[in-house]
């Protein structure tokens, strides 16, 4: 226990609900405070970089779609992190997988002939390359113990050259000469979307199934029970029977096919060709890392974040037309988020109480961060 | 052939500096317990003030000290969130990394495409001091009592502390002298071997540094020896642009790392790494 001026922190095991809600927002307002001083010293106005962000996203109608349009790879991305996550792989490679999804999906746009199995074929595609770009770090930790943080960054440059290599090389277009794109896909090809917006909804209603069958897996099955147990205590793991290999790869293949998906849906759903990888991705695979780690181990609660995230995405890109900001101010934004929810992470471990001004007696009884506990999906919100 | 291979030594050695600076400066921060991931946002940093200090005062060596401090700077907050916090060591340094893009990317704007007009030569006294700091790392860290330190606080936190050692203010001062190696191989780049300032201008080489540290052994002057091989690596990747297509070239020094990763895992068999790599350590803990 200690004593902060009139307030005591507890250790708890578990945080309430409620508390992580108020720690994750209180270090998201912290990020965006230490910008506004960053943009001070940048010589911008933080006042006028806020107002600017605002209004062209929470006051414009037309933002609405294009941050749902974000959202989508954040969610698939993001869902799939939260499962490699609570089996302790840290997949820090969702933005490679979703290139090779990207291939993968393109490979089959293009290649086979079009027809109305196109959309699903694609999809399989996205999900089985994402998943085989997932599997060598796997192999290499699970065989080699190959520290995966460093092999799936790799996979991630290598990737990113292979997409650059193959719309320059083998699949550039016949029709663009002077461009370094593939030719545009067949239109059975073609994601539907929601009239008027670039929302692919197919692509969103798979993560929203994605999110809401991982959260099952996680709670109900005894796949998601072995993936619990083995990102908990290893040990224990392996003395229940679990057997670590076949859990962890299913938690990588999880993972990494559902990021191949969101770079299937990009291409298909927005571009309709391959093209080039910054474009293909404007840096979801690793924005999805700070969706599922806000998520807190939960596939439903990665739904909201991922809308956070597509919103601060959004927001860069509004910025990087009313302020003219290069678009790395999202990442510098995403850094600082993260950077803040990782520092207040041992907030969680304690409860804060009331207990008066100091020297009067005995702690009073008036928990903190109660309300609002049940109002989101982070209800519960143990962490793994 | 002589001249051949001179120039193949001399381009590596330039090629190499950068890393061997980087990978340094991580040696000595994982060998006090604390990974940083954030090797690439310290480096493009360091990349970016070296380039506008020197640009601003006309002398490169005022840049180099900018890009040092801007280095060390960085690191001091992956200290404070891993070390005082005691969070996630990984997804900190991760943070570190996007944040320090970020940010060099926001602060650049405007300076893309500008001149240097003083530099610093491609293999300079950066790649000699390079050289010799590697073997001075070296001998501190097997052969006086600050490099003892160094090496308990990473392989048992708890011992150290009770031997009187001061855990806390070793894995600080051990951050940040990494973040000022990372800084200063930021700065190689953009003062001295490609004299100008373009975003993203590290293009990967700060996460090749933290695996070099890995598959070096955390021992400097086996790093050395990767050096070497990765400058040898990108100058003949340089040789073979007309055979070879150049995407595949660029991705040659990550598959090499993948590579290098899994043979160098499986000799060592665990051992090198620190022991208390990546675990925070709160005092009084034993």
Known sequence: ?384 | MIDYLFTTVVRALAVGTPLLWASLGEIYAERSGVVNLGVEGMMILGAFFAFAVAHTTGHPTLGLLAAAAAGGAAALLHAVVAITLRGNQYVSGLALAMFGLGAAGVLGRGWEGIPLLHTLPEVSVLTYLGLGLAVVLWGVLYHTRLGLVLRSTGEAPAAAAAAGVNVILVRYAAVVFGGVLAGVAGGFLSVAYRPSWTEGMTAGLGWIAIALAIFAGWDPLRAVAGTFLYGALFFLSFRLQAQIAPEFLRMLPFAFTMAALAVMTRRQRGQGAPEALGLPYAPGDR
């Open chain 1, 1 to 384: 226990m200690k004593r902060l001026g009139p307030v005591v922190l507890e250790p708890v095991t578990a945080p309430s609900g409620g508390w992580v809600l108020v720690v994750s927002a209180g270090a998201v307002a912290a990020a965006l405070a230490t910008s506004a001083v960053l943009f001070w010293t940048f010589g911008l106005s933080p006042a006028g970089v806020y107002r600017a962000m605002f209004a062209g996203t929470l006051a414009d109608p037309r933002a609405a779609p294009e941050i749902m349009r974000q959202t989508i790879p954040l969610l698939l991305c993001g869902v799939g992190l939260v499962v490699a996550f609570r089996a302790q792989f840290w997949n820090i490679g969702a933005e490679g997988q979703l290139l090779a999804g990207a291939v993968g999906a393109t490979g089959v746009a293009l290649f086979v002939p079009a027809g109305p199995w196109s959309v699903p074929l694609l999809f399989a595609a996205g999900f089985a390359a994402g998943a085989a770009w997932g599997l060598l770090p796997a192999w290499l930790r699970l065989g080699l113990e190959v520290n995966e943080v460093i092999t799936t960054l790799m996979m991630n440059y290598i990737a990113l050259f292979l997409v650059e290599w193959l719309i320059h090389g083998p699949w550039k277009g016949r029709g663009v000469f002077g461009f370094a794109y593939t030719d545009t896909f067949p239109e059975a090809a073609w994601l539907p979307v929601v009239p008027g917006t670039h929302i692919h909804w197919p692509t969103l209603a798979v993560g929203l199934l994605a999110a809401g069958g991982l959260a099952f897996l996680l709670a109900r099955t005894r796949l998601g029970f072995e993936i619990r147990v083995l990102g908990q205590n290893p040990h224990a793991a392996r003395y229940a029977g679990i057997d670590p290999v076949r859990t962890s790869l299913a938690a990588v293949v999880l993972s990494a096919g559902l990021a191949g998906l969101a770079g299937a849906g990009e291409v298909a759903g927005i571009h309709h060709k391959l093209l080039a990888p910054s474009q293909v991705s404007a840096g979801y695979g690793y924005a999805a890392i700070i969706v599922a780690w806000l998520a807190r181990g939960h596939p439903l609660a990665a739904v909201l974040t991922a809308l956070f995230l597509g919103w601060i995405f959004t927001s860069g890109d509004v910025m990087k037309v009313s302020l003219q900001l290069p678009f790395q101010v999202t990442l510098m934004f995403n850094g600082l988020i993260l950077f803040f929810l990782i520092g207040s992470e041992r907030l969680l471990a304690y409860r804060v109480r009331w207990a008066g001004p100091p020297g009067h007696g005995l702690p009073a009884l008036a928990p903190a961060g109660g309300e609002g506990a049940a109002a989101t999906g982070a209800s519960g919100a143990r962490r793994t």
